[in-house]
Each structure stands twice: as C-alpha cells, then as structure tokens.
C-alpha cells in the first residue's frame, strides 16, 4: 500500500486558507436554493484555481468541488491517482460551518 503523499506545511497551510476563504465568501450566510448551487460551485473552483495562479506554487492543479445540503442526503465519495509519490499529491478541504450545506473540495497538484 502506497502512503498519501504530504505537501509541506507551508503549501499546506496556504492550501487551507485558499479554500477557507474561498469557501467563506462563497457560502457564509447562504441559504439552500436550488437554483443557484452550480453557479456557486463554479465561482468557488474558479476562484480557488485564480488564487492558486497568483500564488508561488507552480503546480497543475485539478479543483472539484460538492456541495450537499444539510440534513437530506448522505454522501461518499472517493478517487485514486497515479503519479509521482515524490512530487504530486493531493489535498481535501471541508467546510461544515454553513447551516444549510457541506462543501467540500478536492485539489489534485501534478508538477509540470
């Protein structure tokens, strides 16, 4: 069995803030509509992806983001990877701090 690839804290830390940030002035105080989740979804993978542009960190990234609303679903999820163990990992956040929704968002970071 392979061990998860771990970034150093720093990128680590500067990967939560990201997504944190994002992820805040996306869903605080956001009630569950419909309509609007995948645009909002949108806007914070796109966000994350720009922030990560004008960051140092000169990774290729993939960014995913679910949205499930509190209270009517269960949900599990899974993905797997094959890349360099030396250099390329990945990276989850989760946000559970909005009444309504969950968010989560997954980056996969390749180096170039």
């Given at each position: 069995m392979i061990e998860s690839i771990k970034f150093s804290k720093e990128l680590d830390k500067e990967l939560k803030l990201?997504?944190?940030?994002?992820?805040?002035?996306?869903?605080?105080?956001?009630?569950?509509?419909?309509?609007?989740?995948?645009d909002?979804?949108?806007?914070?993978?796109?966000?994350?992806?720009k922030k990560l542009d004008e960051?140092?960190?000169?990774?290729?990234?993939?960014?995913?983001?679910?949205?499930?609303?509190?209270?009517?679903?269960?949900?599990?999820?899974?993905s797997s990877c094959l890349w360099s163990n030396k250099d390329d990992g990945s990276f989850t956040f989760t946000y559970t701090d909005n009444d309504y929704v969950?968010?989560?968002?997954?980056?996969?970071?390749?180096l170039p």
């Open positions: 990201i997504c944190e940030d994002t992820v805040k002035d996306k869903l605080d105080n956001e009630k569950y509509k419909y309509e609007n989740k995948q909002i979804v949108n806007s914070i993978t796109d966000e994350v992806i960051s140092k960190w000169i990774y290729k990234t993939i960014c995913t983001c679910t949205l499930v609303e509190k209270g009517y679903a269960k949900l599990w999820f899974s969950n968010c989560f968002i997954c980056l996969y970071m390749i």
